[in-house]
């Protein structure tokens, strides 16, 4: 089997991560199979040498217009299958080939364009902003009907995909993403939580204005009020990218920048693998208010780390996290604060969800995303619903 990878959008993030992680799998469960990955000519160095049967390609498409990268994905990509000799086309991202001369097999994986939350949202964003997340949600419809089998991260994802995109029944499954806790070196299955001195706080993800980054920044505020120590370790400063226009942005941005709050955050800029990995290890408990995901890598590493975990009460947290997270009220800046207490303040209650976080962890393997991904690109149709099994 010859498979060619779509990952043209892969420039940093999860989605570069994810390339890394599924080129070991397909190596190993798949050796006798060849994959080419097509992916941001920056991007081409690092995975290079990621696996034997891994050859990759770069290309300057994801840098261009809209428009530039549609003649990519329909025409370029289209030539290309022709003449490597391509017998499955594997989407990662969300957009797929209309009228695919192969088998295509597509990854839907972004929230924003099937969220309700996020339509409302974007009610203060303008109207183009509106006009292209339709846009880009009825291009991934008409991707899901060309395609012959879909796959989502989560059971959130494939419900709200479903809701807007009833073309996908009965050819979309879900297929979890796996962790790899040696990641973080020096994962322990208890931490001596700090009793005295400014405890740690740490959220991983970059900054969005739909990750309600506001609520964790009020809820800081909250937690000074009531003269508990702390410092939080982050890389999502909301002015990362330089100014933005929406007001969330301008709102986070005012508060991160306030005197008080900015002596106790430590904005870390934009990490790779390994520094980030560190992150886990210098922290005492981990603070996640984001959402609106499709998935949640900062939730299962900080479990695999063996940091206790305060989360925003979202479906997909409940998903990932089930009783190895305490949850909050996701707007209720008080009662996020309230929650991060009861856990700096309560050690049974932090081991406790130590414990229960590092076993729920385990259950999230690269490996099994792999054999199942295997299952969908070799057509093993028999093999793929058991990717939609609950998580209990």
């Known amino acids: 089997m010859r498979v060619l990878l779509n990952a043209v959008s892969a420039k940093m993030g999860g989605a570069a991560n994810y390339i890394r992680n599924i080129a070991r799998e397909l190596e190993a469960l798949s050796p006798e199979d060849e994959f080419i990955c097509v992916l941001p000519e920056k991007q081409v160095d690092t995975a290079r040498e990621l696996a034997r049967n891994f050859k990759v390609i770069g290309t300057p498409a994801a840098n ?3 428009l530039q990268r549609l003649w990519f994905d329909q025409v370029t990509l289209r030539r290309m299958l022709q003449t490597e000799g391509i017998d499955v086309l594997y989407s990662t991202a969300n957009l797929g080939m209309l009228a695919c001369p192969c088998r295509q097999v597509l990854l839907v994986r972004n929230m924003l364009y099937f969220s309700s939350a996020y339509d409302q949202l974007l009610a203060t964003a303008g109207l183009k902003a509106r ?6 949600r009825w291009l991934v419809c008409l991707s899901v009907r060309s395609a012959d089998t879909v796959l989502t991260p989560s059971r959130t994802m494939l419900g709200a995909l479903l809701e807007r995109c009833p073309a996908a029944l009965g050819k979309a499954v879900v297929n979890y993403y796996g962790v790899r806790p040696q990641r973080v070196n020096g994962a322990i299955a208890q931490r001596a939580h700090i009793t005295q001195g400014p405890v740690t706080l740490l959220y991983s993800s970059l900054y969005a204005e739909h990750k309600n980054v506001g609520t964790l ?6 937690l000074m009020k009531s003269d508990v ?3 939080l370790l982050t890389p999502a400063d909301p002015d990362w ?3 933005r226009r929406s007001a969330i942005w301008h709102r986070d941005s005012e508060m991160a920048r306030d005197p008080e709050l900015r002596r106790r955050i430590e904005f870390t800029g934009v990490l790779d693998g390994r520094a980030l990995a560190g992150l886990y ?6 603070v996640y208010p984001s959402t609106i995901e499709s998935f949640g890598h900062p939730l299962l590493e900080a479990m695999a780390a063996g940091l206790p975990v305060v989360a925003a009460d979202a479906p997909i947290n409940r998903e990932l996290c089930a009783d190895s997270a305490i949850y909050f009220s ?3 800046a008080l009662d996020c604060a309230r929650q991060i207490r009861r856990v700096i303040e309560d050690v049974c209650l932090a081991d406790e969800l130590i414990r229960r976080g590092m076993e729920r962890s385990r259950g999230f393997q690269w490996r099994e995303h792999g054999f199942r991904l295997i299952a969908a690109l070799a057509n093993k149709d028999s093999a793929l619903p058991a990717a939609a099994a609950a998580r209990n």
């Not at 920044?217 to 909250?222: G, K, N, S």
Request: hydrophobic share 30%; proline share 7%; glycine share 6%.
């Open 64 to 66: 261009g217009t809209y």
């Open 131 to 136: 006009f292209e997340n339709a846009m880009r």
């Open 217 to 222: 920044l009020r809820a800081l505020q909250e």
């Open 229 to 231: 120590a702390y410092r």
């Open 241 to 243: 990218q330089g100014p």
């Open 281 to 286: 290890t210098r922290s005492d408990v981990f």
């Open 330 to 332: 996701p707007y209720d």
